[in-house]
């Protein structure tokens, strides 16, 4: 997959592409990253990128001209079809499923804004959706530019080591995550539960699928409303879970 990021701060970008799993699909080959910076498509001499709002009011607001041909810029480098996502505040909450679906796109441009946002204009003519890792406020789209590469980039065939990694982890069956443990066994007075101390793996299986369900229910009820239907062991773990905790 190729991704172009349009940014202010190029290096923001660079430089965490070189580490962990996402430096390693960047060295694998299973995504190229690159950047294109507003500034390089602007006229003055102080390479003006931002402007005063119109109505009056605090901060800065980026200006269209430069912003717009830079998308084109970055547009003209991936593939045909790529959408143009706007990091936003705005923007349709970030999800697994949204992540799956960009993961399986040509390509994408990612533009992060700055100061107190971008052009109104931009949206309508160079930007095909908005997108928002959260209900707070960053001081630019960089931070969420990264969130999005390094979700895809966990999903590109061959990123993991272990491919069961992606399928386990949390939200991937619309649930959170169950409770690891490693050595030791014993740590400031707790166990490690017995259940994960023997080989049978289908009981394994079912005191993970009970701890997932059960931290969900406690931890994000909403996520059950997003779900498809629960199976009928799910039920029966999910109170199997409550009543030992009410117990």
């Known amino acids: 997959m190729k991704i172009e990021v349009v940014t202010l701060f190029p290096e923001m970008i660079r430089q965490a592409m070189e580490f962990g799993i996402t430096g ?5 080959g299973l995504i190229a990253v690159g950047t294109e910076d507003p500034r390089a498509h602007t006229s003055d001499v102080h390479r003006t ?17 430069p912003l717009v041909a830079a998308i084109a810029a970055a547009t003209a480098r991936v593939p ?11 923007g349709e909450r970030l999800g697994q499923r949204r992540v799956e679906a960009l993961s399986k796109e040509p390509g994408l441009v990612l533009v992060a804004g700055r100061y107190e946002g971008i052009d109104e204009r931009v949206i309508a003519t160079s930007i095909d959706e908005e997108l928002s890792v959260g209900d707070y406020v960053l001081s630019g789209g960089e931070l969420p530019a990264l969130v999005v590469i390094d ?8 990123a993991l080591n272990d491919a069961r990694s992606s399928a386990e982890e949390s939200f991937a069956e619309g649930l959170l995550d169950w409770p690891h443990y490693t050595r030791p066994v014993e740590y400031a007075g707790l166990r490690v539960p017995e259940v994960l101390q023997g080989g049978d793996h289908e009981r394994i299986r079912r005191w993970r699928l009970r701890e997932a369900l059960g931290r969900t229910w406690r931890r994000r009820p909403d996520l059950f409303l997003s779900r498809r239907a629960s199976t009928a ?15």
């Open 80 to 90: 045909a079809g790529s959408r143009r996502i706007y990091l936003s505040p705005q």
């Open 233 to 247: 062991e799910e039920v029966e773990l999910l109170n199997e879970f409550l009543q030992e905790r009410q117990s």
């Open 24 to 28: 390693r699909a960047v060295k694998r």
């Open 151 to 158: 979700a895809v980039a966990r999903l590109m065939e061959g």
């Open 49 to 65: 990128v931002d402007d005063r709002p119109y109505g009056g009011g605090p901060g800065m607001v980026m200006k269209p001209e």
